[in-house]
């Protein structure tokens, strides 16, 4: 999961430094994320894991980093079952 959304970040990210060179806990605001490149990761990755975001979980924490995306992911996987 996490090499997937590594590839969705950089595909649509636009981040400032490599994906390889952010951790998986790091800030992904703090490397160049934006509100607006936001929509586009969450799209990517409903496409990619089939799942659906709710508007509950449009908020900046949802998006803070790729172990924030990848709890999220798992619980709309788990939901969606």
């Known amino acids: ?35 607006f490149a936001t929509v586009g990761v969450m799209l990517a990755i409903e496409s990619a894991f089939d799942v659906e975001f709710p508007d509950s979980l449009l908020v900046r924490s949802t998006f803070t980093s790729i172990d924030a995306l990848a709890s999220v992911v798992l619980g709309l996987k788990s939901t969606a079952t």
């Open 1 to 35: 999961m996490e090499n997937t959304l590594r590839g969705i970040l950089l595909e649509v990210g636009n981040l400032s430094v490599p994906v390889t060179a952010i951790g998986s806990s790091d800030d992904l605001f703090a490397v160049g994320l934006t509100s």
